[in-house]
């Protein structure tokens, strides 16, 4: 059962503009998201975070937003950059386990 | 300082051979956890080790299993290999116990072919 949802599988983006990119969670008791960034034939490493309580944090360039509610974050880039196409993988944490989304492949191109 | 390392980087096996990977994480780091990534699946949790103890387990069958070292060195075992454990296992580790206090910092991972 796949509680953290990615359903767009890829995103393709013009260099400079922004990407938007979207998770959806189905457990009410996860109280902590990560974006975590892979490239190919390298472990995933931590983007940015964002606590329940909050419902936006923003770390230079990405910027991710929360609603509860929706049950919904979205992890923002802007301006997008050459460097930022790699895999991205929404988590959500309850009680110590982190449970991933599929991941979503941004292409930036020039 | 040295990042996670996991060995083999690529493996072939048949079905209902068992298989072992191993996982060094950062030194000083004391929680090891474990992860598979399929295509479409995302990355699921197997479960995670902390002073040697399995502190957390997801929800995987009793063929897969782990054990972590006193030096912080963890294995995870497959044992009777199916064709649907082809994928990548993925090791991270953390100081304590990964987000939200410790961020956890992921191996590049084994690829594991089931044939």
């Known amino acids: 059962d796949q509680q953290v949802k990615q359903n767009s599988p890829s995103l393709s983006v013009q260099e400079g503009r922004i990407s938007i990119l979207n998770c959806d969670y189905t457990?009410?008791?996860?109280?902590?998201f990560l974006w975590y960034k892979k490239y190919p034939a390298e472990g995933p490493t931590f983007l940015i975070s964002?606590?329940?309580?909050?419902d936006k944090n923003e770390d230079g360039r990405f910027t991710v937003f929360l609603n509860k509610s929706a049950k919904h974050l979205s992890l923002h880039i802007v301006p997008s950059q050459p460097g930022d196409s790699a895999v991205y993988f929404c988590a959500a944490l309850n009680d110590y386990k982190l449970s991933f989304g599929a991941g979503t492949t941004v292409t930036v191109r020039a | 300082k040295a990042g996670v390392t996991q060995t083999p980087r690529y493996l072939i096996k048949t079905r209902g051979q068992q298989v072992t990977l191993s996982c060094s994480p950062i030194s000083g780091h004391r929680s090891v956890s474990w992860y598979q990534q399929t295509p479409g699946q995302g990355l699921q949790f197997l479960f995670e080790?902390?002073?040697?103890?399995?502190?957390n387990k997801g929800n995987f069958p009793g063929r897969f299993s782990g054990r972590q070292f006193s030096n912080s060195r963890s294995e995870m075992n497959v044992s009777t290999l199916e064709l649907g454990d082809s994928a990548l296992y993925l090791c991270?580790?953390?100081?304590?116990?990964?987000?939200?206090?410790?961020?956890?910092?992921f191996g590049p991972g084994t690829r594991l072919t089931v044939l």
């Open positions: 457990n009410s008791m996860f109280d902590y």
């Open positions: 964002i606590s329940s309580i909050k």
């Open positions: 080790y902390f002073s040697e103890t399995q502190r």
């Open positions: 991270a580790s953390s100081f304590l116990q990964g987000p939200p206090r410790d961020e956890q910092f």
